[in-house]
């Protein structure tokens, strides 16, 4: 089966501190990696990618890791601020995709930050 | 840009009701996703159309839900007759050709069917 395990499923970090959301994909394509971010009664849009051609990518504040071995991703937010208060989403490609360009979704991972 | 533009925002129906739910792509994108997001559920993908043809219907819960994509600039999410289960937000999704597996949301349309 093709899926993408998140966690935490919740996440309270005070403002200033590290929020770090992890993904472990299963049966997936192996080529592209993203995080979308989902503010409350607004659709998700992308955060950050990543391909496997390289082990970390850096955005601003945001920063993702990459572990082939663990088969694993993750989102570092540095310096959290309560404008990061969102839900959070990885993704992959499903394995054999070729052309379909569908993503199989990590259940969320809803981040307060607090003042 | 305006973006995906999904209407209605926010629909209320009693079960039994047929619910049409619309999709304006981003001009130029030719990926349409159809999802519906739940607390149990999370994301879940319905449908996805490639060049207004769709590729892969697996999610499709049941034949009470149908999608057409009769153009290029507009999508329809039909379903009928409506149960209290089919409550959700219902997102849609535009990906352009050259930005591989790159998804731009909609607002979405929350959808209470009483």
């Known amino acids: 089966q093709q899926q993408v395990k998140q966690s935490p499923q919740s996440l309270i970090v005070q403002k200033g501190g590290i929020s770090i959301i992890n993904c472990a994909y299963e049966?997936?394509?192996?080529?592209?990696f993203p995080w979308y971010q989902q503010f409350p009664g607004k659709g998700p849009a992308l955060l950050i990618a990543?391909?496997?051609d390289v082990s970390e990518k850096k955005e601003g504040r945001f920063t993702i890791s990459f572990n082939k071995s663990a088969k694993q991703f993750s989102l570092h937010i540095m310096d959290s601020q309560p404008g990061d208060s969102a839900t959070y989403f990885c993704a992959a490609p499903p394995k054999g995709a070729g052309n379909n360009r569908k993503l199989i979704w990590g259940l969320g991972t809803s981040l307060a930050v607090n003042p | 840009d305006a973006g995906v533009i999904q209407s209605p925002r926010h629909e209320v129906t009693e079960m039994g009701q047929e619910v049409t739910l619309r999709c304006k792509p981003i001009s130029g994108h030719n990926s349409l996703f159809w999802y519906r997001q739940t607390m149990m559920r999370g994301l879940e993908l319905l449908i996805y159309f490639n060049n207004n043809v769709p590729i892969d219907d697996s999610g499709m819960p049941e034949d009470r839900f149908s999608a057409k994509m009769p153009n290029a600039s507009f999508s329809t999410l039909k379903i009928q007759p409506s149960e209290p289960r089919d409550s959700a937000v219902y997102f849609c999704a535009s990906s352009p050709r050259d930005r591989g597996a790159t998804q731009y949301f909609g607002p979405g349309t929350r959808l209470l069917v009483l």
């Open positions: 990543i391909r496997p």
């Open positions: 049966n997936t394509a192996f080529d592209y």
